[in-house]
């Protein structure tokens, strides 16, 4: 069964640093691009960043450009976002979700780990 | 980048009745198209990829179609356990984007 369990979400001050983390089980991690994708209180889905299977390949939203980092290690199947300089509106429940394989649908999602921005 | 403008925002509709929402894309992008529908409380689940295609484990009370930059998901027969909010979203290129959703209830 696939499962996608997303961590290291909390609490955390404008201008500050949080990393979260999706530990990934149930298939084979590395042949699968992956994704984060956020949802801010009572909004919609906003697409915020994409990992290749080998980390070749890596796209960004223009909100989180230069602030976000996406990256993975295949070897402990997890996939990573380091969050810098966050700000009030980075506020919203951040999901880690598959890429089918050769297309650009997400076809399994984590439940997600909430991140709070505030002072 | 690509607009994806979804309507209607809100819908009720009767237990057993045909309901239908419909994306607008800002330009071509082609089959490119899946529709995900999030329950209350839960994650988005894919529903319908490539357009028209059924995610595994999927209903065939829901179908896709397409008229050229026209989207639309179909329930076929409501049923209790569709409530939720259903979004598109465009495969087509970055960034990837998604309609604003639209909330189904039951009437």
Sequence with gaps: ???????????????????????????????YGMNWIRQAPGKGLEWVASISSS???IYYADTV???????????KN???LQMTSLRSEDTALYYCARLRISNWYFDFWGPGTMVTVSS | DIQMTQSPASLSASLEEIVTITCQASQD????????????????????????????GVPSRFSGSRSGTQYSLKISRLQVEDIGIYYCQQASSAPLTFGSGTKLEIK
């Design chain 1, 55 to 57: 980390s070749s390949y």
């Design chain 2, 29 to 56: 992008i082609g089959n490119w198209l899946a529709w995900y529908q999030q329950k209350p409380g839960k994650s988005p689940q894919l529903l319908i990829y490539g357009a028209t295609s059924l995610a595994d």
């Design chain 1, 65 to 75: 450009k230069g602030r976000f980092t996406i990256s993975r290690d295949n070897a």
């Design chain 1, 78 to 80: 997890t996939l990573y």
């Design chain 1, 1 to 31: 069964e696939v499962q996608l369990v997303e961590s290291g979400g909390g609490l955390v001050q404008p201008g500050r640093s949080l990393k979260l983390s999706c530990l990934a089980s149930g298939f084979t991690f590395s042949n």
